[in-house]
């Protein structure tokens, strides 16, 4: 079964504006992560929030944990056409790192 | 220098026959995994290695078959390939442990059966 759901499942945007995309998950987790994949590519990681954390920033990206939701968004502030990717949230799923599941991914859209 | 590297990138090739993929990563890390992403973006995980044990199998049929002949090298072999099996497969490395976590990928490689 999928770990994490993500939504939207697609999201267009103007350069500029933010972009919010959510996270549910159904099990308890050691950390959650963002990721992102650009056509073609492999997927890069982008952060990290572990499980006692409830906010987390790294450069325009900042991630909220709810552990009591079981749910996590990732915030994109001040959108650039080079964000134009997809989005995916894994979660290790308490395995310490064996088995790390991904969420089915939001599509980014960034309009120049 | 590129850190997890897969090969081949594209495959294509007939329904009933056999292929591998080949994953070399240069990182220095004891897990490597094997993720399958289909048409619809949806990323599933079908094996983990931690130190060349296989850790993880989520049910995959047996027609795939890992290999991790040392810590740095996990191959993919499938037999009698179906229709099914066309997607991209990820190799993906990592240090397990409870306060690590992020995996790095290969490019991917395409698998088309026709």
């Known amino acids: 079964s999928q770990q994490g759901e993500e939504d939207p499942q697609a999201l267009s945007i103007q350069e500029g504006e933010n972009a919010t995309m959510n996270c549910s998950y159904k099990?308890?987790?050691?950390?959650l992560q963002w990721y992102r994949q650009n056509s073609g590519r492999g997927l890069v990681h982008l952060i990290l929030?572990?499980?006692?954390?409830r906010e987390k920033h790294s450069g325009r990206l900042r991630v909220t944990l709810d552990t009591s939701k079981k749910s996590s968004s990732l915030l994109i502030t001040a959108s650039r056409a080079a964000d134009t990717a997809s989005y995916f949230c894994a979660t290790d799923a308490g395995t310490g790192g064996f088995k790390t599941i991904f969420g089915a991914g939001t599509r980014l859209f960034v309009k120049a | 220098d590129t850190a997890v590297s897969q090969t081949p990138k594209y495959l294509v090739t007939q329904m009933g026959n056999d292929k591998s993929i080949k994953c070399e990563q240069n990182?220095?890390?004891?897990?490597m995994y094997w993720y399958k992403q289909d048409s619809k973006k949806f990323l599933k995980i079908m094996f983990s290695y931690n130190n060349k044990e296989l850790i993880i199998n989520e049910t995959v049929p047996n027609r795939f078959s890992p290999k991790s002949p040392d810590k740095a090298h996990l191959n993919l072999h499938i037999n009698s390939l179906e229709l099914g099996d066309s997607a991209v497969y990820f190799c993906?490395?990592?240090?397990?442990?409870?306060?690590?976590?992020?995996?790095?990928f290969g490019e991917g490689s395409r698998l088309t059966v026709l």
């Open positions: 099990t308890s987790i050691n950390n």
């Open positions: 929030i572990r499980s006692n954390e």
């Open positions: 990182l220095g890390h004891d897990t």
């Open positions: 993906a490395s990592t240090m397990a442990g409870a306060h690590t976590g992020e995996l790095f």
